[in-house]
């Protein structure tokens, strides 16, 4: 009897789930590998058809107030490289009531990582800028030389978190069929929302003059910042303690 196109795309997600990592022996995951390519060949599929039809998470947005009269350039750094990482857009978006004027950050991608981004935005602001500052004064710095390294300083950081997560998408990537495929449906799926609801969207550059003492120790900071895995919890309730900060310098 000849299979339908969802069943053969439930067999191949079936077959794919067959790892290591899952209990599963070495011959059967190869074995389950080899099948899975062969009916991809046979049905003329690819793994992105299979999580396209499987995937049944939404494009969500969610939108953080800044509580200031600009956007500072390090909490931009910061929702800027943790959307990068996460697969998620950033927008920076003004709204004007009368007089006044009440800025926001958009964070735009599918459901849970719109969640881990948004965690991870508010967790990092205070211990990244407490640790920036203080260690920018211990060397001296005021004024605008605090305000530059402690930018340069944020923008280490978070792109260490930004590198390190990137290893772990390559390493799921090597070891799952699945994983190339999923980034690829988000992707394609959070560009399609942006062109719907965001079609005129202007893009802004950053200055890209740094402090580099202050970004290598970002950098520093950003390889000792403990992201655990299991971020969210069952359900999609994100747990109480997820990161593990290091002790900013009193």
């Not at 978006?93 to 969640?115: A, N, P």
């Amino acid at each position: 009897m000849t299979k339908s196109r969802d069943q053969v795309i439930e067999l191949i997600q079936k077959l794919s789930e067959m790892r290591i990592d899952r209990g599963a022996t070495p011959s059967e995951a190869e074995a389950a590998a080899a099948r899975v390519q062969e009916l991809l060949h046979q049905h003329q599929l690819t793994m992105l058809d299979v999580e396209s039809r499987t995937f049944e998470e939404e494009v969500v947005t969610e939108e953080v107030p800044v509580p200031h009269e600009m956007f500072p350039t390090w909490m931009r750094h910061l929702a800027d490289v943790l959307c990068a990482a996460y697969d998620c857009e950033m927008l920076m978006v003004k709204k004007r009531y009368g007089g006044s004027t009440e800025r926001s950050f958009s964070f735009i991608g599918v459901e849970s990582d719109v969640k881990v981004v948004s965690y991870l935005f508010h967790t990092l602001q205070d211990p990244l800028f407490q640790m920036s500052t203080n260690a920018g004064r211990e060397l001296g710095r005021k004024g605008a030389e605090l305000v530059q390294y402690r930018n340069s300083f944020i923008l280490g950081a978070v792109w260490q978190i930004h590198e390190r997560v990137k290893r772990q998408k390559d390493e799921q990537v090597e070891t799952s069929s699945t994983a190339g495929a999923l980034v690829e449906v988000k992707g394609a799926l959070v560009e399609d929302y942006m062109k719907r609801h965001f079609p005129k969207v202007r893009t802004m550059s950053f200055d890209n003059e740094h402090d580099s003492v202050a970004y290598l120790e970002g950098m520093i900071a950003g390889r000792n910042i403990e992201i655990r895995p299991g971020l969210e919890g069952p359900g999609g309730r994100l747990e109480s303690e997820k990161l593990a900060l290091p002790r900013p310098k009193m």
